[in-house]
């Protein structure tokens, strides 16, 4: 059984920064590619960044880029989200996801339950 467990959510000031992790497990972490969304209250879901199974590739949102970076360590089967000069718009339960040997992926295989994170202004 496939699990993505995130953490690393809370409140923090704007400006601020925070560092999201997922744990994965029942998956051969190595070959996924591993990403995160996340969806603000009334806000369509949006891809956040995402890491290719080697972590050579990463993409990024324009609202989140020289912000955000994403990043793995296959030997600990998790992925990171570190979120620095966070802004009140990047509010939003963050979600991660992974999709089975897929660069860049359209479509996600498994997603966790998500984290919140609230920015204060």
């Known amino acids: 059984q496939v699990q993505l467990v995130e953490s690393g959510g809370g409140l923090v000031q704007a400006g601020g920064s925070l560092r999201l992790s997922c744990a994965a497990s029942?998956?051969?972490?190595?070959?996924?590619?591993m990403g995160w969304f996340r969806q603000a209250p009334g806000k369509e879901r949006e891809s956040v960044a995402a890491?290719?199974?080697?972590?050579?590739?990463?993409l990024y949102a324009d609202s989140v880029k020289g912000r955000f970076t994403i990043s793995r360590d296959n030997g600990k089967n998790t992925v990171y989200l570190q979120m620095n000069s966070l802004k009140p718009e990047d509010t939003a339960v963050y979600y991660c996801?992974?999709?089975?040997?897929?660069?860049?992926?359209?479509?996600?295989?498994?997603w966790g339950q998500g984290t919140q994170v609230t920015v204060s202004s």
């Open positions: 890491i290719s199974w080697s972590g050579a590739y990463t």
């Open positions: 029942g998956l051969t972490f190595s070959t996924y590619t």
């Open positions: 996801v992974a999709a089975y040997r897929k660069w860049p992926a359209r479509e996600y295989d498994y």
